[in-house]
Each structure stands twice: as structure tokens, then as C-alpha cells.
């Protein structure tokens, strides 16, 4: 699948009342794709974070899960991920989501965390839709 992956951040944006929100939604409207990586964090910080329920999460993932193709975690996203980190100096975590994308053909991610701008491999554009 060709387009449009997402990071965590852009997901847990959702939760926001902030403009950073709108921007999430409006990205999120056409569908994409995140893996199940993104799923798990974005868990985490529902729970830990938002305060939310194990039954809350599971209900705002679900409309996430609803919306965007997920990329399972599989051997070859793990090669390609320790791959990525040692080249571009990733994080353990952001070198797995960068690969799941990859991996799965997208040819855009939007992250906050990533370097805006970065192109991953001649094929992967990082984009930081919240920066200025």
C-alpha cells in the first residue's frame, strides 16, 4: 500500500483540545496506515497518560483500527527496524515504526518526534504536520 503512515503522537493528538487536534483529524480523515507498534503505544499512553480504562482505550483504538490499515510487527519489520536505527540513529521504537512503514510501502510519515524532512531510504518522507 502506497501513502500515508502515522506515529503514535499523531494518534494521541486525537485526545487533545488543542489546534494540534484538528490537525490529527484532518490527517486521519482519508484513512492510512500504522502498525501495531503505534497501537501498543498509543495503549500505554491512554491508560497511563488520558487515565483512561482498558475499555475506553479499546474503544478509541478501535475507531483508530476502523480507520487505518494496521501493519502487524512480523520478523522482517524487526530486521528492517534494527537495520534503520543503526543506520539513521533511530530509536529502538521510532526505527520499528519507520520500518513498518516502509515495509509496507508507504511513501509519507507524519511524526513530531522524527526529523522533518528526513527521507528514508530514497522512498519514506518524515513530515511533522504540527511544525510551524
Keep these: 500500500m502506497s501513502g500515508d503512515f502515522f506515529d ?5 493528538y486525537l485526545l487533545d483540545a488543542s489546534p494540534k487536534a484538528d490537525t490529527a ?3 486521519l480523515q482519508s484513512g492510512g496506515v500504522i502498525s501495531t507498534q503505534v497501537l501498543n503505544e498509543a495503549l500505554v499512553n491512554c491508560i497511563r497518560k488520558a487515565d483512561m ?3 475506553e482505550a479499546g474503544e478509541f483504538l478501535g475507531g483508530i483500527r476502523a480507520i487505518c490499515e494496521v ?3 512480523t520478523v522482517d519489520v524487526h ?3 534494527r537495520a534503520l536505527g543503526e543506520r539513521y540513529g533511530f530509536s529502538v521504537y521510532d526505527s520499528m ?3 513498518a512503514a516502509l515495509v509496507s510501502g508507504c511513501s509519507r510519515i507524519y511524526s513530531e518526534d522524527m526529523q522533518d524532512g528526513l527521507l528514508v531510504e530514497g522512498a519514506l518522507r518524515i513530515v511533522n504536520p504540527f511544525a510551524g
Design 97 to 99: 515504526i519507520v520500518a
Design 25 to 27: 483529524e484532518r490527517l
Design 79 to 81: 530486521d528492517a527496524g
Design 8 to 12: 503514535t503522537n499523531v494518534i494521541l
Design 53 to 55: 480504562s482498558w475499555a
Design 71 to 73: 501493519h502487524d510487527l
